[in-house]
């Protein structure tokens, strides 16, 4: 069975950085393409970052520079470092794993950007 734990989640100041980390139990990490997720309230989720399991990650204009996306094959980890976070930023971030056309989803974890 396929389970997803984010962490790392929590309260940051405007132009501060935060660390999230998914760890992922079950046999599909080393071949899924990890995603993150994020979703505020009253808005639809959006894709926020996806590393595939060659290495390859890719980021909406929104956060491009300022989050990184990295995974551990040995420790079945998947990372995401924001930087520079804004208020807007704030939302439920969801850790998504992509294998053979089935999707795994995390619990999530709140990210809340303010002063």
């Known amino acids: 069975q396929v389970q997803l734990a984010e962490s790392g989640g929590g309260l940051v100041q405007p132009g501060g950085s935060l660390r999230l980390s998914c760890a992922v139990s079950?046999?599909?990490?080393?071949?899924?393409?990890m995603n993150w997720y994020r979703q505020a309230p009253g808005k639809e989720r959006e894709l926020v970052a996806t590393?595939?399991?060659?290495?390859?990650?890719n980021y909406p204009d929104s956060v491009k520079g300022r989050f990184t996306i990295s995974r551990d094959n040995a420790k079945n980890t998947v990372s995401l470092q924001m930087n520079s976070l804004k208020p807007e930023d704030t939302a439920v971030y969801y850790c998504?794993?992509?294998?053979?056309?089935?999707?795994?989803w995390g619990q999530g974890t709140q990210v809340t950007v303010s002063s």
């Open positions: 998504n794993a992509l294998r053979l056309g089935y999707r795994y």
């Open positions: 590393i595939t399991f060659g290495g390859s990650t």
């Open positions: 079950g046999s599909i990490f080393s071949t899924a393409t």
